[in-house]
């Protein structure tokens, strides 16, 4: 059984992005898994998503980057969770085979990210990693919490510096993960005319960070400047229900 998990707190992400996310796993994996989702929020969540309570992290209102509160998936009781899990954001769309992810060796696998290649940051949205072996991360964030977002821009990079630490950082392969702005949108003006493209028949996961996300590309999106946008594209609407 492989664990698979995910987020949602707070009102920006309503309860269909998880039952979304949900029905692309259930197409994508063909190994018994359970989905499992912490959230303060579980109303209208399809009842083969595990709900479990969002763990407690105190954070500034402030603060401009709200992932930090991923690493609270690095505690070292994380509910009744054991050994191996997948984390997945809730702003993906996925498109091929999730099981690869299970196979590649490595302690720690994560996104390079595409603009800081050879930086040694990953992007979170997408990585694997062993339950409960981890708590210092979210212990030293916890009592260190100004002194590690001075040395680290958000929540990915920290992580990412941590497990480079630990000699245990590691990249999935480029082609399995796309970003949908760098490797998907069109540039001016040609997102008017043309669909997005797509990221090729060995992408098994697209990333959109930032804006657009996945439901405001359903119908065509533009940018309130213009000078960005997509029409309706196929492969997103056939993919992300």
Same mark, same amino acid.
């Given at each position: 059984?492989?664990?698979?998990?995910?987020?949602?707190?707070?009102?920006?992400? !309503? &309860?269909?992005?998880?039952?979304?996310?949900? &029905?692309?796993?259930?197409?994508?994996?063909?190994? #018994? *898994?359970?989905?499992?989702?912490?959230?303060?929020? #579980?109303?209208?969540?399809? #009842?083969?998503?595990?709900?479990? #309570?969002?763990?407690?992290?105190?954070?500034?209102?402030?603060?401009?980057?709200?992932?930090?509160?991923?690493?609270?998936?690095?505690?070292?009781?994380?509910?009744?969770?054991?050994?191996?899990? @997948?984390?997945?954001?809730?702003?993906?769309?996925?498109?091929?085979?999730?099981?690869? $992810? $299970?196979?590649?060796?490595? %302690?720690?696998?994560? =996104?390079?990210?595409?603009? @800081?290649?050879?930086? !040694?940051?990953?992007?979170? &949205? =997408? $990585?694997?990693?062993?339950?409960?072996? /981890?708590?210092?991360?979210?212990? *030293? *964030?916890?009592?260190?919490?100004?002194? =590690?977002?001075?040395? /680290?821009?958000?929540?990915?990079?920290?992580? !990412?510096?941590?497990?480079?630490?630990?000699?245990?950082?590691? *990249?999935?392969?480029?082609?399995?993960?796309? !970003? $949908?702005?760098? /490797?998907?949108?069109?540039?001016?003006?040609?997102?008017?005319?043309?669909?997005?493209?797509?990221?090729?028949?060995?992408?098994?996961?697209?990333?959109? /960070?930032?804006?657009?996300?996945?439901?405001? =590309?359903?119908?065509?999106?533009?940018? &309130?400047?213009? @000078?960005?946008?997509? %029409?309706?594209?196929?492969?997103?609407?056939?993919?992300?229900?």
């Amino acid at each position: 059984m492989e664990n698979i998990l995910c987020m949602k707190w707070g009102t920006r992400y !309503s &309860s269909e992005y998880v039952n979304t996310l949900a &029905s692309m796993v259930r197409r994508n994996m063909e190994r #018994p *898994y359970r989905l499992v989702c912490f959230t303060e929020r #579980p109303e209208g969540i399809v #009842p083969d998503v595990e709900i479990r #309570p969002l763990p407690e992290m105190e954070l500034d209102a402030r603060l401009p980057e709200r992932g930090w509160r991923k690493l609270t998936m690095f505690q070292e009781k994380l509910a009744d969770i054991e050994g191996t899990a @997948l984390f997945l954001d809730l702003d993906v769309v996925i498109l091929g085979s999730l099981d690869p $992810f $299970f196979d590649v060796p490595g %302690r720690f696998r994560i =996104v390079e990210d595409w603009n @800081l290649r050879n930086r !040694s940051i990953g992007n979170s &949205s =997408v $990585f694997r990693f062993e339950v409960g072996q /981890h708590p210092d991360i979210l212990r *030293y *964030y916890v009592e260190h919490g100004d002194e =590690v977002r001075a040395a /680290h821009r958000n929540e990915q990079a920290y992580l !990412s510096w941590c497990m480079k630490e630990k000699g245990i950082l590691d *990249y999935w392969d480029p082609a399995w993960c796309k !970003s $949908f702005k760098r /490797h998907c949108m069109r540039t001016f003006p040609m997102g008017y005319f043309q669909q997005a493209r797509h990221p090729g028949p060995e992408t098994k996961v697209v990333i959109f /960070h930032g804006k657009p996300n996945p439901d405001q =590309v359903w119908n065509g999106w533009h940018a &309130s400047n213009f @000078l960005r946008s997509v %029409r309706k594209t196929d492969w997103i609407t056939e993919n992300y229900r």
